[in-house]
């Protein structure tokens, strides 16, 4: 029987992660274990640190990955993306050249007779005022815009520079020892909490899967719905496999 896999957050290109290149190879060689028995393949967002697509200018790297990808989807492989925080400015490359399914919003995907809410997470149950006025700068069409007339030299440059920061803002340091905090309980989780309110009006979602929050999580919200955070492929090497009517969070070895 044919799998369905799911995945989140490899940060490709992030100049605050060593050995990246050793990263994605990594990263295509899973692609290329799971490819005989794979049906599709949910990327839940985050996979590259910054994306951003001129008229006729895309980032510079990634060829193996983007190999590995096309190759999928030539073979009948349903690779879906859906966009995260980092490479929102994805437009229409990844389906003119490597076949992939874009998806910019959440959304629930049936799956098997199973009812998926998907996305990446970010902006979901966080209330945070400068995240929100972060995202919707991010999100302006017109912001978009005017960035785009930045030479792609410097604009990815900023780009990636921004990432950095961000990423590094996340990990522990002197003014942060502990990095962005582990599992806060389903009472202080964003996601979860967003999860809980939703299937009160919309009791029929089975599955909520989620990116961005960089931790394992497999929590039974009720009886009859479940919610995965996926984890990363920067440390973790996390996926979500679901076959035969049952879904798993696993991690791929080194």
Sequence with gaps: ???????????LGSRAIPNSREQEKHLCRFLDEIKAQAESIYILGDLFDFWFEYKNVVPKGYTRLL?????????????????????????????KECGIIMHYDPEIINIEGKNFFMAHGDGLGDESKTFKFLRSIFHNRLCQWLFRW?????????GLEWAKHSRMKHEPSTQNPQGDPPYMGEDKEHLVLFA???????????????????????????????????????????YAEFSDGQITLMNYPL
């Design 67 to 95: 190999g590995k990808l096309s190759e999928l989807t030539d073979m009948g492989i349903a690779v879906h993306f859906f966009t995260g925080n980092h490479d929102i400015w994805c437009k229409d490359y990844l389906t």
């Design 196 to 238: 809980k309110r939703y299937l009160k009006e919309n009791p029929q979602t089975d599955y909520f899967i989620f990116g961005h929050r960089h931790i394992e999580l497999d929590l039974m919200l009720t009886r009859q719905n479940r919610l995965l955070i996926l984890g990363d492929w920067i440390t973790q090497f996390t």
């Design 1 to 11: 029987m044919k799998k369905i896999y799911f995945i989140s957050d490899a940060h």
């Design 150 to 158: 930045i030479h792609p030299d410097f604009g990815m440059a900023f």
